[in-house]
């Protein structure tokens, strides 16, 4: 569970706008989705609420644009790709880690559905 006097004093700059943010009560982990236009990267940042400590830095994909954050649940961050540049319509699904940035798998034949 977060907790009532979490530390607010934290700054970090990135290479982009933050596009997505999610959160994970259980693990207490803020995940981030980083969008650079210029350049066409996405990358993904994840930050332990209590200590202010970044556990993953600028991860990014195989395919840094057509790609994004799914969920963040129970210390695991489940990213997909997008079918084509024109569809909105996830494709795969890739997890890790959200404490080590190490990745736990992959999936390329299934969807994530809520």
């Not at 990358?43 to 990014?60: A, E, G, K, M, R």
Request: aromatic share 12%; with cysteine.
């Amino acid at each position: 569970m977060i907790k009532d006097k979490v530390n607010t004093h934290f700054s970090k700059e990135f290479n982009g706008f933050v596009w997505k943010v999610m959160i994970d009560e259980k693990k207490d982990i803020l995940a981030l989705e980083i969008r650079n236009a210029s350049t066409k990267t996405t990358s993904f940042t994840c930050i332990n609420i209590n200590n202010q400590q970044v556990t993953i830095d600028n991860l990014q994909l195989e395919d840094p644009w057509f790609c994004g954050m799914e969920i963040i649940s129970d210390g695991i961050l489940l990213l997909h790709y997008y079918m084509s540049e024109s569809s909105p319509a996830h494709k795969g699904m890739i997890a890790f880690d959200a404490f080590t940035g190490n990745k736990l798998w992959e999936n390329y034949t299934h969807a994530y559905a809520d």
